[in-house]
Every structure is written in structure tokens, then in C-alpha cells.
């Protein structure tokens, strides 16, 4: 009978560096997409994508060299922005759509963070 390793991948009671490389990856997709889905935006859709993705990839990668729980509570908060976004500044189509999942998946993985989190003092 296979027994589980403790600290496996997919072991959700730790924060685990591949949940950092996840959010890292979607802020470069979040600061590419207006670029690459061809739909024509106004230059705010450019520029909240650009700062949010940025925002949320510098988080990520602070995580991975220093963890602190500030860290997952704003990126929360990116990833509340980018999910508001596409209603604060009127535009939709596949660019609306691709910004309210990836704020969704961050959001859903700054709170797994979180929670793995809970006992780290900062």
C-alpha cells in the first residue's frame, strides 16, 4: 500500500512554492492579455492590467524569498480588482473574461496561502 509523503506537492496544509510560480504566471498572462486576445481597448484597460499584473507578479515573487502574510492579503486585493475591472471601466469580451478568472484563481490561492499561513508571525 502507497503512503502519502508529507510534504508532496499537492499537500495543502503547506504553502508550497509552485502556488507562488502559479500566481507569478498569471500576473504575466494578466499583463500580456489585453496584448494578445486582439480586442481594441481603451489605454485604462492597458494600463489596470499592466499595474495589476505587475502588482500581483512582484507579490508572488516576494513570497518566494520572503513569506509574510501582507503578501496574500493584497493580493487578494488585485485579484478582487481585476474581477471589478471589466465593470469599472466597461469593457468585456474575451480580455473582461480571462481578468475575472484570474482574479478569481487569485484570489482562491491567496486565501489557500492565507490559510497555510495563519501561524507565520510577522
Not at 504566471?25 to 499595474?51: N, R
Not at 492579503?73 to 465593470?87: N, R, S
Amino acid at each position: 500500500m502507497a503512503t502519502t509523503h508529507p510534504h508532496a506537492w499537492y499537500d495543502l496544509t503547506r504553502h508550497r512554492r509552485w502556488e507562488d510560480i502559479t500566481s507569478l504566471a498569471i500576473g504575466v498572462l494578466v499583463i500580456i492579455s489585453p496584448l494578445f486576445i486582439g480586442e481594441a481597448h481603451e489605454a485604462a484597460v492597458y494600463v489596470s492590467a499592466g499595474l495589476a499584473g505587475c502588482m500581483i507578479a512582484a507579490l508572488a515573487l516576494l513570497e518566494m524569498v520572503s513569506l509574510r502574510r501582507w503578501e496574500e492579503v493584497l493580493e487578494i486585493g488585485f485579484g478582487a480588482w481585476l474581477v471589478i475591472a471589466p465593470f469599472t471601466l466597461g469593457y468585456g469580451g474575451m480580455t473582461a473574461a480571462f481578468h475575472m478568472v484570474a482574479g478569481v484563481l487569485v484570489i482562491v490561492l491567496a486565501l489557500l496561502e492565507l490559510w497555510q499561513d495563519r501561524r507565520l508571525e510577522d
